[in-house]
């Protein structure tokens, strides 16, 4: 069952989960959804994770059930969120996971706060690429705050999920039904601004820039059909850079490990936390 809380004057939605053998053998689990995902896409993922760990995962501002402010989105406002939320919950150390945009958000929430966050396991990591800061200025001034935001939301994101699942996974079309069926729903000014102002600050920074100074325990996970915006080299890059990282590669899946491979990707997370 989901709760919700209130941060910055926003009502987010969350999931608590407890451990189902009703004792921790570590610090919390928190599950950081990907760029415009919500609780429900990583529900069999957290069965998976929960049976010995407390699981958290967040409906971000501007996703899922969340408020959906008009305002500017980037990193490190989503960064603050997070610091945020765990405080509201006296969680003062937890093991952050995720993939695409929460990928990137755990390497850059364990950059900025090791003795926090002492394990990181990320796929996919959105920012796996250099710095496009001219098409991210583009992005914030010329599309985002305008009607260009929303007209192009539509085809952009029906080419981009070409990338989200390998054509062979079974559940492919279900899964993309469902998720612009969730999109039809919740489409709004704030949602619009949300889905630009992250895309766009996902370009203007690389993780490139930060990986060699982060220092604990990195599981870095890729599934090697996942090739959009270089995706495999950077992971690549992001492996031989992360000084204690521990690279798996899960072959025959593309971008969205928590659907396409999820008892798998579960068992990789279980070994890395």
């Not at 603050?80 to 990137?104: C, H, Q, R, W, Y």
């Not at 710095?131 to 010329?142: F, I, K, N, P, Q």
Request: proline share 5%; hydrophobic share 45%.
């Amino acid at each position: 069952m989901t709760s919700w809380i209130n941060i910055d004057s926003m009502r987010l939605r969350y999931l608590d989960v407890a451990p189902r053998s009703g004792v921790s053998d570590g610090p919390a689990v928190l599950v950081i959804p990907g760029h415009t995902a919500r609780i429900e896409g990583y529900l069999p993922l957290v069965e998976l994770l929960c049976e010995n760990r407390r699981v958290l995962v967040l409906d971000y501002p501007g996703s899922g059930e969340s408020d959906k402010p008009q305002r500017a989105y980037n990193l490190a406002f989503y960064e603050a969120v997070t610091i945020k939320f765990l405080d509201e919950l006296a969680i003062t150390e937890a093991v952050p996971v995720g993939g695409s945009l929460g990928g990137n958000l755990v390497l850059r929430l364990g950059f900025r706060f090791p003795d926090r966050f002492k394990k990181l396991v990320a796929w996919a990591p959105g920012s796996s690429w250099p710095s496009r800061s001219l098409l991210a200025s583009l992005l914030d001034r010329v599309v985002a705050p305008t009607w260009l935001g929303r007209a192009l939301f539509w085809p952009t994101v029906r080419i981009q999920s070409r990338f989200w699942y390998q054509a062979e996974f079974a559940h492919r079309s279900a899964h993309l039904e469902e998720t612009f069926h969730y999109y039809r729903r919740v489409m709004s000014r704030g949602f619009v601004m949300m889905y630009w102002g992250m895309a766009a600050d996902q370009l203007r920074y690389s993780l490139f820039d930060l990986a060699p100074s982060v220092s604990q325990p990195t599981l870095l996970l890729w599934g090697d059909q996942d090739h959009g915006g270089g995706m495999g080299k950077g992971v690549a890059r992001l492996a031989e850079q992360i000084p204690n990282c521990c690279l798996h590669v899960f072959a025959g899946a593309g971008h969205a490990l928590e659907a396409e491979c999820v008892e798998a990707l579960g068992e990789q997370i279980l070994t890395g936390i």
